[in-house]
């Protein structure tokens, strides 16, 4: 039988009346765990919400990778690429991609009778993934865009409507501004999305990649390149290799070079944003882990010295020092566990009120969501939960030696 177990045990399932310093003492190392781990879990679902969120917008609207002519890469202009149906099989073959698709970028400038706006135009064919754009779509229905013909359809975001007061189903004139002329077309808004990042809400609009091709003047079969969307973000490094090794620096049959570029190396500002959140998380973490800790150290010395005497009877009939360590350590895992207990249910359940309710609203100019996002991560739960009984138990430890000064013929008088 585990004797350190089983005294731990009859101590904290059966305190005696008596005892009437270590219930306090035993209830605010109780309270300091669950709060200190509630606070936790909030944190990291805050976090990878975030994270996350911020994450699949910009992919939304840059794909995990980009291929294109070397000198858009290098110059930041707009220069077209040949990618024909040959280059779009072995980009499609590429272990670890998802899925391919083709795009096509003009600017111009929007006219209402009362304002204007220069935007970019994106143009993108029938393989284009809608999910993104309907996850967001606040008004209208997507068009079935087109590389073939147009009618020169229209997506805009809520931000640009508001701007130049476009409604569903309006027509609206665009200019488009060469060296050599300046031409005019007219697009019928079909839907409205809105993102709430203000990089992309404020310029793009989405229309048919045949529309954009030929404002360009390209010729057949170039386009600004190819989005790539990767089956795990986390390879996305491993597969940006394969795409280089492949791909890069060979020849279009214009004699255009190709390269690539992954999402974080076209955005690396806002990637680097999301890394400092993870600098603050660790803060929290170690503050928290140090309330908890606090806490139960009190908690223990209280524990000790009230339980004096009874470490006195059991070094009188033969306990060692370090069994009776065992017996508090136990006693103190016993706490924690509680506190672990009421702090999952707490941190779990603030994290769920607020992904259905989203009772805390957030200002999308600055944080990019019009709510706190959360997250919920079984793994990252577990680890918290793991951690946080681990270092709590082990900065007991030393507390615990006091039972060694202990002696048991001056515990015998003590009251």
């Not at 508001?162 to 060296?179: E, T, W």
């Not at 079909?190 to 048919?208: E, P």
Request: glycine residues 8%; proline residues 3%; contains cysteine.
């Amino acid at each position: 039988m585990n004797l350190p177990l089983f005294i731990a045990k009859r101590i904290y399932f059966g305190e005696a009346d008596s005892q009437k310093a270590s219930k306090p003492a035993i209830r605010i190392a109780t309270i300091g765990v669950a709060i200190g781990l509630a606070v936790m879990i909030v944190t990291v679902s805050v976090v990878l919400g975030f994270k996350h969120t911020i994450r699949d917008k910009v992919v939304g609207f840059g794909s995990h990778i980009q291929v294109e002519n070397v000198q858009t890469v290098s110059s930041a202009s707009d220069l077209p690429i040949c990618i024909n149906d040959s280059m779009m099989r072995v980009l499609s073959g590429i272990e670890g991609v998802a899925h391919v698709e083709r795009f096509a970028n003009t600017q111009g400038i929007l006219k209402t009778d009362e304002d204007f706006l220069g935007v970019v135009f994106k143009g993108v064919g029938p393989e284009y993934d809608l999910s993104f754009l309907r996850d967001n779509l606040v008004e209208g229905e997507l068009p079935l865009f087109s590389d073939s013909a147009t009618q020169y359809p229209l997506v805009v975001s809520k931000t640009i409507a508001d701007k130049l007061g476009l409604k569903l189903g309006q027509r609206v004139f665009a200019y488009f501004i060469s060296d050599e002329s300046v031409r005019t077309r007219r697009f019928n808004v079909s839907a409205i999305y809105q993102t709430n990042m203000k990089r992309f809400d404020d310029v793009i609009c989405l229309t048919d990649i045949y529309a954009t091709h030929k404002l360009n003047g390209w010729f057949p079969g170039q386009c600004s390149g190819a989005e790539l969307l990767v089956d795990d973000f986390g390879q996305l490094q491993s597969v940006s290799d394969h795409v280089v090794s492949q791909v890069n620096r060979t020849l279009d049959c214009y004699n255009n070079i190709f390269s690539s570029r992954t999402i974080l190396e076209i955005y690396p500002q806002v990637f680097s944003w999301l890394q400092l959140l993870d600098i603050n998380v660790w803060i929290i973490l170690a503050l928290m882990v140090a309330l908890a800790g606090f806490t139960m150290i009190s908690g223990l010395l209280i524990i000790i010295l009230e339980r004096t005497q009874m470490i006195g009877l059991l070094k009188a009939i033969g306990a060692t020092n370090a069994t009776i360590r065992r017996v508090f350590l136990w006693f103190a895992v016993f706490v924690i566990g509680q506190g672990l207990l009421w702090g999952n249910l707490l941190g779990i359940g603030l994290v769920l009120v607020q992904q259905y309710t989203g009772v805390v609203k957030l200002d999308p100019q600055t944080y990019y969501v019009s709510q706190a996002p959360m997250e919920l991560n079984l793994l990252f739960l577990l680890l918290l939960n793991v951690a946080t009984l681990l270092i709590c138990v082990m900065v007991l430890i030393g507390p615990s030696y006091l039972v060694s000064r202990i002696q048991p013929a001056q515990s015998m008088r003590y009251e």
